[in-house]
Every structure is written in structure tokens, then in C-alpha cells.
């Protein structure tokens, strides 16, 4: 007798029919989430075979991706730059949904430069109706502000931040 009931190839085949081709793919995206040469290869997969793929966002994205509806919604944790520092994200979530500058504010402690390009770039903070031009033109006056934050010298900051001030108001 056999511990298992059926070649491994063929439960690996059987699987895969009785999941969803979302399902199936969400899975294969979620196993290759850090190695971006495979990921991209998953993705064009899911384009050919008409998956809508959703930008990453701060107020919907989960860690990993995951499917909203009849599409993929890319995880944070795929981000570039982004990695684990996606948790510290989804945990002040549950705190309520991020609300534009509300954002850096309540994660100054994993705000960098780098996890802030990253969110950018891929869109991840496009839900707050500014565009990604104006958000990277305020990147240096809003690292310096939360660098001030940090510090807690906030009676230092100097105010004259026009780019910050016209990006927010």
C-alpha cells in the first residue's frame, strides 16, 4: 500500500482543476512574491489570460496578493523597497482607513525614502486623488518634516514647506 492514494504529479494536476484560475494564480504569485524574474513572468500569464491585475493601494492591499472580485489585487509585500515593512501598513489600518497626509503621520517610524518612492510609484497612493508627479516633487520636504517629527523639535520645523503646503491644500 501506498501513503499516498495517487501520483504527486497527478494530485498537483487535480488541484489546480478544482481551484479557480484566480485562485491558481494568486497562489503561484504568493509563492514567487520575492523573486521579481518569476513574478513578472506569472503576471504576464495572468494578462494573457484576461486577469485584471490592481494597482497596489494602502487602504486595500493585503500583504499578499489577493482577490478582490474578479481581479488580482497586488500585495504590498511584492513592492520593491517595501518588503516586511508592509506589516507596520496593514496593522495601522485597522486603526481606520489612511486619509492622504494622515498617512505619514500615523507611520513615521517606517516611513524611509525609499518604502515612500516605492508606494508611489506603483500607485499604492493613488486613492488619495493627488497625482504621483506631485507626490514625488514633495518626497525631500516630506522626509525632512518627518525627520523634524522624530527628532521632536517640532517647534524647529520650519513652515515655509510651499511644495508640502500646495500638495496638501
Known sequence: TRPFPVKP????ALFSFRMTCS??????????????DKLKTYIAEAEELGIDLLTPD???SKEMYSIEGNSIRTGLRGLRNLGKMCE????ERKNGEFSDIDYISRLLTVVDKRALESLIYSGALDS???TRNSYITAVPDILEYIKYIKKGT????PF???VVDKLYS
Do not use: M, Q, Y
Open 128 to 130: 488619495f486623488g493627488k
Open 88 to 91: 507596520p501598513i496593514i496593522d
Open 154 to 157: 517640532f517647534e524647529e520645523i
Open 58 to 60: 494602502v487602504n486595500k
Open 160 to 162: 515655509n514647506l510651499p
Open 23 to 36: 485562485d491558481f494564480l494568486v497562489a503561484t504569485l504568493n509563492s514567487v512574491i520575492d523573486k521579481s
Open 9 to 12: 504529479r497527478s494530485f498537483w
